[in-house]
């Protein structure tokens, strides 16, 4: 019998598992059987980020209809498709979808019966959900492959290149001898670097509260007290999840007048001031769908244009060379959209507004005319710079005059995602997914310089995309506003600084928003997510493998720059492991897919019909699995027959 480990059974190991099910009948004999194990300390499917055992606060930022774990007919993967309900739809009619199993907690059967499409589902109904697709992978595998599942956490790896894997288990249970082994190990957290670790150092010393970057859900807030100053260091996600937890998760609650949303305090809140480089929360998702036709997407940043970039000679550079065409494809998204859903705000016909668009390059003065021709509203014109530095230049004369600003900011956006009209801005926002699509060949040819792939892929992008299109439903800006307006917020401004200050034994925070303002306060978090670095891992088996030096960090180094990203390096595609006593080779026995990889992966689940990279990449890996794995099965039949000639 061959077998399989996969460490990690959350959702890109079940995607995985998905897959493997897909692919069996192809590509494994019929005279195999395959064991499979799973190891994971938290509950197959959900895993630990989305596991049930989490506040009810916590919510996703993607509508229910926009999540999916299938395949469908735009997946160009290799192996069968298999389509499969989006979580709106299971959730819908769960007991049409085998195998069924009705929720047992009543609640949750709640949230179920009344989820729809557009609504922000929590995280414990995509963990029902995730379980469900666990139960449906397995269902879905031959009868030849079967499953154990180890609720354990792997803490060490043994096994040459050309020898089977011994994994070895936390609860010192029997070790487990496997053909291959995969590690889809999710997000992982890191022990604090330099600046975190003096900053905890520093709290310790002066009796103050500080939290370095980490999973809200997970985040232990007991030690702040009521009423106590508190910074927020971060705008994004984690922020809206950390305050949800500091305010309603502490007994407040909102009440809606009439078209305002108000707070009512419990008084056992902090007063959370919160800043940021940009100095505004993230743009919330759009809570409505496309007025008009979908854009053809990709349209100038698509394979061809990828395949042009890399015959150019050298070294690429993002900024320079791929974000004029991507910016065109957003661009081209969002005046798509315009045109076809408000043609009443536009001045020419869509052809030709088009045919001069197709000419012109993204940054030409010639495109900023015909757009200013086109589009008479300077409101209705998309301009990038504008969106992600929006305090860039503004400077306020007091605390006040900048809560007045960011709550009217605040507002407006809010607004603005909740209303049709500005649809163009989901046409921009379903462009913006579309690049991802063609992001992975770019990155795995390895042209973009060190610098580049650091500073504007690792840096800049990620942020940018983060904050145009990974935001909080438009609900928590409207929960946001009613804070400030409570005075349980406060602004703090853009390019937030914080200091120890010694002298205080507090937390110093100052933004040029607002020339010469400080607030100290007694406590600091980093309102982020933790970034995965390798040499500081707190994954236990991938520090005893980088221990060993049987795994490396994925290094970017050119002429006057090194870029150290922190993460596992495998190969492109099929993410087999590099192993530094190979020689840099890959592990033939060893595959790694997930965040905590070099491989690019994106979220493990992703919107019906987008051709998810996630999903090529699991395909891809489940086939050279189980080719690797048939391709040993027939050695060792060949073995056996030669053995038992020369015996008789």
């Keep these: 019998m061959s077998s399989l480990a996969i460490i990690g ?29 799973l190891v994971d300390p938290y509950p197959p499917g959900a895993g630990r980020i989305w596991r049930y ?55 949750l059967r709640a949230e179920l019966e009344a989820l729809g499409p557009t609504d922000f589902p929590t995280r414990r109904v995509q963990s029902a959900y995730l379980d469900w697709v666990f139960r449906r992978a397995l269902a879905d595998l031959p009868a030849r492959i079967t499953v154990t599942v180890h609720q354990d956490t ?20 029997t070790d487990l001898t496997v053909d291959q082994i995969v590690l889809t190990l999710g997000h992982l957290g890191s022990r604090p670097d330099e600046q975190h670790a003096a900053t905890a150092e520093f709290a310790a010393r002066h009796g103050r509260f500080h939290l370095p970057p980490a999973f809200s859900s997970e985040a232990e807030l007991s030690g702040i007290a009521p009423g106590e100053q508190l910074i927020l260091r971060g705008f994004g996600l984690a ?24 707070y009512h305090p419990s008084g056992r809140e902090p007063v959370i001031h919160v800043g940021s480089r940009r100095g505004v929360p993230y743009h919330s998702k759009t809570g409505y769908r496309l007025q008009g036709p979908p854009a053809p997407l990709p349209r100038y940043f698509g394979p061809a244009a990828v ?17 004029p065409l991507m910016a065109k494809e957003i661009g081209f998204g969002y005046y798509h959209e315009l045109f076809h859903a408000h043609p009443e705000r536009t001045a020419v016909p869509w052809p030709d507004f088009l045919a001069a668009y197709d000419r012109l390059d993204w940054y030409a003065p010639d495109l900023a005319a015909l757009v200013a021709t086109a589009v008479p509203d300077p409101a209705d014109r998309l301009d990038f710079e504008q969106l992600d530095r929006p305090l860039t230049g503004l400077r306020f004369s007091s605390p006040e005059e900048l809560q007045h600003h960011l709550r009217a900011y605040i507002r407006s956006d809010a607004d603005r995602r909740a209303d049709p009209a500005h649809s163009a801005d ?35 992008w990620q942020g940018f995309f983060s904050f145009l299109a990974s935001g909080p439903p438009g609900f928590r800006l409207r929960e946001l506003l009613a804070l400030a307006e409570a005075g349980v917020v406060r602004f703090l401004g853009a390019d937030l600084a914080v200091e120890n200050d010694e002298a205080s034994g507090t937390f110093v925070a100052s933004s040029p928003s607002v020339p010469g303002h400080r607030v100290a306060a007694t406590a600091l978090i980093e309102a982020y997510l933790p970034r995965h670095a390798l040499e500081r891992t ?34 492109p595609g099929e993410g087999a492991v590099l192993d530094p006593g190979l020689g840099g080779l890959p592990h033939p026995r060893r595959t790694a897919l997930g965040p905590h990889t070099n491989g690019r992966s994106y979220a493990a689940f992703a919107r019906p019909r987008t051709d998810a990279p996630a999903f090529r990449q699991n395909d891809a890996t489940a086939r050279a699995l189980l080719r690797a794995l048939s391709a040993r099965h027939g050695r060792d039949d060949r073995m056996g027959a030669g053995l038992t000639t020369a015996r008789s």
């Design 154 to 173: 792997a803490i060490a790896l043994e096994g040459g290149p050309d020898d089977p894997q011994t994994v070895h288990l936390a609860s010192g249970a």
């Design 538 to 571: 707190e994954d236990p088996l991938l520090a005893a493998l980088h221990r060993a030096g049987e795994l490396a960090e994925d290094v970017i180094a050119d002429t006057g720059h090194v870029h150290r990203s922190g993460l596992l390096a495998v190969t």
């Design 239 to 262: 922020f809206v999840d950390l305050t949800a937890l500091l305010t309603e998760g502490r007994g407040g609650r909102f009440e809606t007048r009439g078209d305002r949303l108000v």
């Design 307 to 323: 395949e042009q970039l890399l015959a150019r000679p050298g070294p690429l550079e993002l900024r320079r060379d791929a974000w």
């Design 53 to 107: 055992r989490q506040s009810p606060l916590l919510r996703m930022n993607s509508m229910a209809e926009d999540v999916t774990m299938f395949t469908d007919h735009s997946s160009t993967v290799e192996g069968p498709l298999r389509p499969g309900p989006s979580l709106a739809e299971w959730a819908a009619r769960t007991a049409e979808f085998a195998p069924y199993q009705p929720a047992a907690d009543a609640g």
């Design 426 to 460: 989901l046409g921009a926002f379903l462009a913006l997914l579309s690049l991802y699509g063609q992001l992975p060949r770019l990155l795995a040819s390895g042209r973009l310089s060190a610098r580049s792939t650091g500073t504007e892929l690792d840096g800049w």
């Design 9 to 37: 059974a959350g959702p890109r190991g079940t995607g995985l598992l998905e897959r493997i099910a897909a692919n069996a009948a192809e590509l494994l004999p019929a005279d195999q059987r395959l064991h499979i194990h």
